[in-house]
Structure formats: C-alpha cells, structure tokens
C-alpha cells in the first residue's frame, strides 16, 4: 500500500475485512477437486531464455503428476507428489529418484521455481493466519494487502505478503519471506483470465530474489476444473510409462 493510501483510510477510520475472510474467498475461488493443466514456463536466464511446455493433473491437495512435453531435451521428463513425497522421471537416465529434504528448495529445471513450490497445493487458510493491513492497486484491480503468517511448521515460507483482488479474489502480486524476515521470492501476475466461471492469473513471474537473473514467467495454456482423471496416473508406475 502507498503512503497516501494509508494516511487516507486512516483519516477515514475505514474497516477492513477479517483477513481470515478474505483468505476463505481466495482459497474457494482457486480450489476444486481435481484439475488438468497445460502450460508453459520460460526461464529468462543471463545469457539465454528457454520454455518448457508441460501438462498436470491435479487432485485435490495431495495427488499431482506432471509430464514434461518440450523441448525435446525435457520432454518425457515426470514428476509425482504423493502426499508430502516426491518422485522424479528422467527419461535419459531411466531412473526414479525421490526428491527429500533440503532436495526440496532446489530449483526445477533452472527455474526460479523449487519442488517446494511445485508441491504447494494446499489451501492458505490452512497454513497461515492472515490480516489485511491495507488497499492498494494492481493491474488498475483495487486489492486488499494481507500479511500471512505461518500457523503449521512445514512450510517452505514462514510468511508471506499478498495483493488479492478484491472481487476476483485472485493474488496479483506476492513477497515470500524466510522465518529471518530476508525476502525469498517474488510474484507478479501479468494477465488474468475468466476461465469455466472463475477467474484465473494466467501469466506470473516468478523471481528468486537470492538469484540474478530476469525471472521466470509461468503461463496457463489451457485449464480445465473438476476433471476425469483416472487413478493409475497417481502412481510411481504411470512415471515410466
């Protein structure tokens, strides 16, 4: 929120709404049962950029398998989550590997993205306390400015700053925090879209603030919400098919 912003609701005494609230919109808007994506990340690296086509099926909280499609390089790579576990297919080596522990934080294909952040699939409300701090503007959208802290241990950021559109009830841009205050990571949506009744950012930048480097831009080819998705895909079996 700019200063202004905050001199002018403070004169008003104008009330902001219960942060827990706000979060409770957020999470019903981008929740379903399951869902399939398909998408795109670009890496914006020093020298280069390069993308990588991918497509996901998602079931509820717990359950994603993601096959990687371009380019030729990556293609045939796979990656499950089963609960809090991760597994890794490459098709070059023929070989599984779990990804553990510190494994975690590292970044997914030279990305600014971790297998922490792939992972992250559950609903905010659950992991955080939140309380709005203030209204500021994104993309001409009027948002609310909350603060989350952690309320459970094993997250990946112990809190975090968010920008949610007040109507849409989507995040517009985010700060991501260690338990130390240092800034981790940061996140811009670029373009939003109305997809099956619901709105949803379909082009964000990702940047690790610890890297250089211009960031990495995630965009959403196609979506589709409370999918068919057959069993066998969540299983170690479906990663060298």
């Not at 971790?114 to 409300?125: C, F, I, P, Q």
């Amino acid at each position: 929120m700019n200063a202004i912003g905050g001199i002018v609701l403070l004169l008003l005494g104008a009330d902001l709404p219960d942060g827990s609230a706000v979060l409770a919109n957020l999470d019903a808007n981008s929740g379903s049962t399951n869902k399939i994506v398909v998408s795109e990340m670009t890496i914006h690296g020093r020298r280069e950029s390069r993308t990588i086509g991918a497509k996901s099926w998602i079931q509820g909280e717990s359950q994603s398998f993601t096959e990687y499609l371009s380019p030729p390089r990556e293609a045939g790579t796979k990656m499950l989550k089963l609960g809090d576990e991760l597994w890794t297919y490459s098709p070059s080596s023929d070989r599984i590997i779990k990804i553990s522990g510190h494994m975690l934080r590292q970044s997914v294909m030279g990305s600014d993205l971790s297998y922490d952040d792939m992972m992250e699939d559950r609903k905010l409300g659950d992991v955080y306390d939140a309380e709005v701090t203030g209204e500021d503007s994104v993309l001409e959208r009027p948002c609310w400015v909350l603060t989350l802290t952690a309320s459970v241990p094993d997250v990946a950021y112990y809190s975090r700053e968010i920008w949610v559109d007040q109507t849409r009830h989507i995040v517009l841009k985010e700060n991501r925090y260690g338990k130390s205050g240092k800034l981790l990571k940061t996140a811009e949506v670029l373009e939003t879209k109305h997809l099956s009744g619901r709105w949803v950012a379909t082009r964000a930048v990702f940047k690790d603030a610890l890297k250089s480097g211009d960031g990495t831009e995630f965009s959403i080819e196609s979506i589709e919400f409370d999918a068919e998705i057959p069993d066998y895909i969540f299983s170690k079996a479906a990663l060298k098919e």
